[in-house]
């Protein structure tokens, strides 16, 4: 097998853990950009734009000229609200709250750029998630637990939280930050990885 330069974008354990199933060889560079999402934009749209800029960020303040460039970014959508990592246990706990008993999709948008090309491929990954009713007591398990601040909408699928998922609809590495299959499709159709080596 012939891989080339595959450069993530993140500084997320978890994203990084799901791209090494992949078995290729990687680097992290995460960068740091406003994550504002623009209010007049549709959250697929929105999430999947952040992702771009997120890439090419990385392209420009790490210098980067060959390679192929992976950033995502995730959210949560519950109530018609966006959830993003929350700022203090208190928002957490008022997160996780929102979510119990409640249907909520995780979005999660990927953006891959090669470097040295140009060309660039983005999609936005969407999956729904059902969560059982929680008692306040649930609730404050999860956040103790479940290092929220580091988890859009405060909770973690793999942690205690999972404990109350009733159904997930849709791809469940995606609830995780990173939907690896799809991620793994474009590599081989639009950037010629696993396959051979581009010119």
Not at 21 to 34: A, G, H, M, Q
Not at 43 to 64: F, Y
Request: hydrophobic share 45%; aromatic share 6%; net charge negative.
């Amino acid at each position: 097998m012939v891989t080339e330069r595959l450069i993530l974008a993140s500084a997320s354990p978890r994203r990084a853990a799901l791209l090494a199933r992949l078995r290729l060889p990687f680097e992290t560079r995460p960068v740091d950009i406003d994550e504002t999402l623009p209010a007049d934009e549709a959250l697929d749209a929105a999430i999947a734009a952040l992702a771009q800029r997120k890439a090419h960020a990385c392209i420009a303040q790490v210098a980067i000229n060959d390679g192929v460039v992976l950033a995502a970014d995730t959210l949560v959508l519950a109530g018609g609200k966006v959830l993003g990592k929350p700022a203090s246990l208190q928002e957490a706990h008022a997160m996780v709250g929102a979510l119990s008993g409640q249907r909520h999709e995780v979005y999660t948008g990927v953006c891959l750029v090669d470097a040295r090309h140009g060309t660039s491929a983005s999609f936005t990954e969407i999956t729904s998630v059902t969560f059982a009713p929680m008692r306040p007591a649930d609730i404050a398990w999860i956040v103790a637990n479940d290092q929220p601040l580091d988890r859009a909408g405060g909770c973690d699928i793999e942690g205690c939280a999972g404990c109350f998922i009733k159904s997930i609809e849709g791809c469940y590495d995606n609830v995780m930050g990173l939907p690896v299959s799809r991620v793994r499709s474009l590599l081989v159709e639009k950037f010629g990885f696993f396959t051979a080596q581009r010119g």
